[in-house]
C-alpha cells in the first residue's frame, strides 16, 4: 500500500468516530425524520467530497478546531489538515472512500459520532 494511502487510512481509522456538533437539531429531526438521519446524510455528503476530488469541498466539513491524526501525530486545525489531505485529491480517483453505518446522537442532539467501514478503490 503506499504510504500516503496507508498515511490517509490511519488518519481516517483514528478519525472513523467523526464527532459532529449539531445546530438545529430539532429542525433536522422534523425534516429528515430525525438527528441521526441528519448525522448520516452529513457524513455521506462528507464522504462525496472524496470521492468527487472535491478539496475545499472537504474542508467545509472540517471545523477550524479540528484534530485529526496522522498516526499519534495530531493534525490541529482545518488548515492542518489541509497541508496533509491535499496530496489525497490530487489523483484524478479517490485513493479510499468510506461511509457511516453506525450514528449516535446524545438525547440533547446537540453532539453526535457516526464510524464505519473504509474501503479501498476496488471495494474491499
Known sequence: MPSNLSSALR???????????????????????????????????????MADRDLEGF?????????FFDGNQPLRGREAVRAAWAPLFEASTAPFSWRPDLVEVLESGSLALSSGPVFAPDGT
Not at 481509522?13 to 456538533?21: D, G, I, K, N, T
Not at 474542508?59 to 484534530?67: G, H, K, M, N, S
Open 59 to 67: 474542508l467545509t466539513f472540517v471545523d477550524p478546531e479540528a484534530i
Open 11 to 49: 488518519q481516517l481509522s483514528a478519525a472513523a468516530v467523526v464527532v459532529l456538533l449539531l445546530p438545529g437539531v430539532a429542525e433536522a429531526q422534523a425534516a429528515t425524520g430525525g438527528p441521526a438521519a441528519e448525522v448520516e446524510a452529513r457524513e455521506l455528503a462528507f464522504a462525496k467530497t
